[in-house]
C-alpha cells in the first residue's frame, strides 16, 4: 500500500497515524499466515483490514476476503470501520437476529468482503447464497472466543467451503490460545501486543462492602460517587441484568442500558448507541461486553458479580484504564464473599456514605429516526435534517450512528422537546423520520 493510499485512509478514518500494532500488522509478509493477539479496542480492525486491500483484485465480482467473528456486534463494527476506510469495495455483513430474507437480497450481487458470524454463514452456504470458491484471505477475529462459544463445527464447515485460500489471519485477546488443525494455518508470524491488565499502573482497583447479601442498594450509592462517568457493571446472569437495570430505572431513574445475549438484535443495538453516545452512563451487563464490542473511554468498572474466573476479571477490567487513560474497577462483595486469589495485592476499600447522592444524570438523550442504511440514508443526510428542520446547533448535536433499519442521534437534553415538536410533521430526503 503507498503512502499517499494510507494517508487518505487514515485521514477517512480520522486519526493521524498508525499505532505500533498496525504499523506491525500492515509491515508483516503477506505470503505467511498471521496470529494477532492484542487486546479489544486496540485497532486491530484497522489492522487487519488494511492488508486485504493490497490483496483485492477489483476484477471478479466474486466474494475475495472472509471475516468471521463471533458476535452481532464484533461483526457490525468491523463492518462499519471497513466502510468507513471509503474503499469502493462492496461489503456485506451477515450475522443472526434479523431477517435473512435481506441478506440473501445484497448477496445476489456478491461482495468483495463477507463479514458474519459463524452460524449464519453457514446458513448462507446451506441456502447456496454465498460462493466462497474464490476467497484468498481468511480473517478469524476474537477467535479464541468464537470457540468459548461453542463455534466449532461451524468453523469447521465454513473451512470446508474455501479451497484456495492463500493466507489465514487469526487475533486473539487472549496470550494462550490454541490453534486447531482444521484452521490451516501453518508456521505463522506471531505479534503479541497484550499488555497485563492486573498490573497497569493506569488502573485502581477497590474493594466495596454490601453490608447485606443483595447488592442493589450498596451499587446505586456507589453510582452515586461516581460523577457521571461511563460505567460497565458485570454480572454472571442474565436475569440479574434485567433486575438490576429495571431497579436502577424504578430508583429515580439512573440512565441505564441492559445487555444480555438472550435480547434481539435491535435491542442490542439501541443499548449499545445510547451508551457510545452517552445519553446513557450506565451499562449493565453480563460478560458479553467485556470482549468484542466498540466501546470507548470507559471511566469505570463494576463487578457486582464476582468474575468466574481470572480471564474474565482480566477483560472486565480491560475495558477501562486503555491507552495512557485512568479507569477504576470496583468490586462489590458481600458478608460471605471474599477476594479472588488471583488477586494478587488486596486492593484498598472504598467508602460509601450512608446516604446515597442521586447519580448524575447525562446531559444527552437519544433521538431514534426510523430511517436507516437501507432507506439510503447517510450520517450526513441525518445532520443536515437535524440541523436545518430540527434547528440544531452544532453545539447540540453529539454522535450520530445509522443502523439497518433506523438511525440515532444524541441530542442535548435541554433541547429534546423543541426538536421533537420541529420534526413532528417533518421528512428526511422525502420520507417520514
Known amino acids: 500500500m503507498d503512502k499517499e493510499q494510507l494517508s487518505r485512509i487514515l485521514a477517512q478514518v480520522g486519526i493521524e497515524q498508525l499505532n505500533e500494532m ?54 457490525l463494527q468491523i463492518e462499519a470501520v471497513f466502510r468507513s476506510m471509503g474503499t469502493g469495495y462492496k461489503v456485506n455483513c451477515c450475522y443472526g437476529g434479523h431477517p435473512i430474507r435481506t441478506e440473501k437480497k445484497s448477496l445476489e450481487h456478491p461482495p468483495t468482503l463477507l463479514i458474519g458470524t459463524p452460524g449464519r454463514i453457514v446458513d448462507h452456504l446451506e441456502r447456496g447464497t454465498i460462493n466462497l ?5 481468511l480473517v478469524l477475529d476474537e477467535f479464541d472466543k468464537s470457540l468459548e462459544l461453542g463455534f466449532t463445527s461451524e468453523m469447521k464447515e465454513i473451512l ?86 429495571n431497579y436502577l430505572t424504578d430508583m429515580g431513574g439512573v440512565e441505564n442500558e441492559a445487555f444480555h445475549g438472550g435480547m434481539e438484535q435491535p435491542e ?9 453516545n452517552g445519553s446513557s452512563n450506565v451499562f449493565v451487563s453480563t460478560d458479553l461486553a467485556a470482549r468484542g464490542l466498540d466501546i470507548q473511554d470507559v471511566k ?43 488477586i494478587d495485592r488486596e486492593p484498598k476499600e472504598f467508602f460509601l456514605p450512608e446516604k446515597a447522592c442521586i447519580p448524575v444524570r447525562p ?36 454522535i450520530i450512528e445509522v443502523r439497518e433499519s433506523c438511525s440515532f442521534a444524541a441530542v442535548k437534553r435541554d433541547k429534546q422537546k423543541e426538536v421533537l415538536s420541529r420534526l413532528q410533521e417533518e421528512k428526511i430526503k422525502g420520507m417520514k423520520g
Not at 366 to 372: A, Y
Open 22 to 75: 498496525q504499523q506491525a500488522v500492515l509491515d508483516a509478509e503477506t505470503s505467511k499466515d498471521l496470529v494477532l493477539l492484542s487486546p479489544t479496542g486496540s485497532g486491530k480492525t484497522l489492522a487487519f483490514l488494511l492488508p486485504l486491500l493490497d490483496a483485492f483484485s477489483g476484477e471478479e465480482k466474486k466474494i475475495e476476503a472472509l471475516i468471521i467473528a463471533p458476535s452481532r456486534e464484533l461483526a
Open 300 to 342: 469505570n468498572v463494576i463487578h457486582y458479580h464476582l468474575p468466574v474466573n481470572e480471564e474474565a476479571y482480566v477483560h472486565r477490567n480491560g475495558r477501562t484504564a486503555r491507552m495512557h487513560a485512568e479507569g477504576t474497577a470496583y468490586m462489590i462483595l458481600n458478608e460471605i464473599e471474599s477476594i479472588p486469589e488471583y
Open 160 to 245: 470446508s467451503h474455501l479451497p484456495n485460500v492463500k493466507r489465514r489471519v487469526l487475533t486473539s485477546a487472549t496470550e494462550g490460545v490454541e490453534i486447531p488443525s482444521f484452521t490451516g494455518i501453518q508456521k505463522p508470524i506471531r505479534l503479541s501486543f497484550l499488555t497485563d491488565v492486573k498490573k497497569s499502573g493506569n488502573l485502581v482497583v477497590r474493594v466495596v462492602q454490601s453490608p447485606v447479601k443483595d447488592k442493589l442498594e450498596t451499587l446505586y450509592k456507589l453510582l452515586g460517587e461516581l460523577d457521571g462517568g461511563a460505567t460497565l457493571v458485570f454480572y454472571n446472569l442474565r436475569e440479574a441484568v434485567e433486575r438490576v437495570s
Open 363 to 398: 446531559e444527552r438523550v437519544t433521538l431514534t429516526l426510523n430511517k436507516g442504511k437501507r432507506d439510503k440514508i447517510s450520517k450526513k443526510d441525518v445532520v443536515g435534517f437535524l440541523y436545518q428542520k430540527g434547528g440544531l446547533a452544532k453545539d447540540d448535536l453529539g
Open 133 to 137: 470458491d474464490k476467497v484468498k484471505t
Open 268 to 276: 442490542r443495538e439501541r443499548a449499545l448507541s445510547r451508551f457510545r
